[in-house]
């Protein structure tokens, strides 16, 4: 083989495997920023799954608020009605009716002391609230994770290569969670 034809079999080597590095290394830039931004929409996901298990909490948690309360108020305006019919009765009959009254609320309401720990509606308030503060929390990681997802997609495109691939890939910038001015006190719940 003469030294021309060996040349260039080099040359033509050197292109090729120049070509192959420029190829693997698009390639890989390529996927690299589809990836990145497959991450962001799973995060983003992951956000929206714990901020509606949120939304689907607050309701219950509300009713069973709303239950409890009523059913102590109902308590003890039944004890207050009965208590109030005693001392207005002018009879014996009619104190013993009130009296009568009185029975039914004030069973429940030694029951209500005796068992105030494992009622129901206070052991799915505690239920609620523990899931609910749970969600929270979820609502915090999924948040930080989707920022970070965010942040390594934003600095990749930010990159000379980085936004060159992102072109080719059609991905942009994402936008980062962030807490609206005003909304970062808790909210009052009023009932």
Avoid: C
């Amino acid at each position: 083989m003469s030294n021309g034809i060996k040349a260039a079999l080099v040359a033509v080597a050197a292109v090729v495997l120049a070509g192959v590095i420029i190829a693997s290394t698009a390639i890989s830039g390529y996927n690299r920023v589809v990836r990145m931004d497959e991450n962001v929409k799973n995060g983003w996901a992951q956000v929206e799954n714990q901020l509606k298990r949120r939304y689907d909490l607050i309701p219950n948690l509300v009713e069973t608020v709303k239950g409890y309360a009523a059913h102590e108020k109902g308590l003890f305006e039944d004890i207050a009605a009965a208590r109030t019919k005693y001392f207005q009765a002018s009879t014996t009959k009619d104190k013993i009716n009130a009296a009568n009254q009185m029975e039914g609320p004030l069973s429940r309401l030694l029951l209500l002391q005796e068992r105030y720990p494992d009622l129901k509606a206070n052991e799915n308030f505690l239920k609620l609230q523990d899931s609910l503060e749970g969600t929270e929390n979820r609502i915090a990681v999924a948040r930080k994770r989707y920022n970070d997802d965010v942040l390594a997609l934003n600095s990749y495109i930010r990159t000379f290569m980085g936004r060159f691939y992102a072109g080719l890939a059609g991905v942009g910038p994402a936008q980062y969670y962030q807490i609206p001015a005003g909304q970062s006190e808790a909210p009052k719940v009023k009932f």
